[in-house]
């Protein structure tokens, strides 16, 4: 998984369905928490990481639901409060 040349360590990808195909759930999950996170820091705002992880947890959870489980019905398929 690695080239010749190039420290995978300090290598960043923020394509986020080839992390989840490469990697698995969990680094995507990261990725995306990530992404939200430099978003917001981009735009002076914060958010606790904890929404954050609630968030794309449910994110995440639907990909797998819909990938893996596309015979039931989604459980979260409520919408906006």
Same mark, same amino acid.
């Given at each position: 998984?690695?080239t010749?040349?190039?420290d995978?360590?300090?290598?960043?990808?923020?394509?986020?369905f080839?992390?989840e195909?490469?990697?698995?759930?969990?680094?995507?999950?990261?990725c995306v928490?990530?992404?939200?996170?430099?978003? #917001?820091?981009?735009?002076?705002?914060?958010i606790d990481?904890?929404h #954050?992880?609630?968030?794309?947890?449910?994110?995440?959870?639907?990909?797998f639901?819909?990938?893996?489980?596309?015979?039931?019905?989604?459980?979260?398929?409520?919408?906006?409060?």
């Amino acid at each position: 998984m690695g080239t010749e040349g190039i420290d995978g360590c300090k290598t960043k990808r923020n394509q986020i369905f080839e992390v989840e195909q490469t990697l698995g759930i969990e680094a995507a999950r990261i990725c995306v928490i990530d992404e939200i996170n430099e978003t #917001m820091k981009a735009h002076g705002m914060s958010i606790d990481v904890r929404h #954050m992880m609630l968030l794309v947890d449910l994110m995440t959870f639907r990909v797998f639901e819909s990938r893996d489980l596309e015979f039931k019905k989604k459980c979260f398929d409520v919408g906006f409060i």
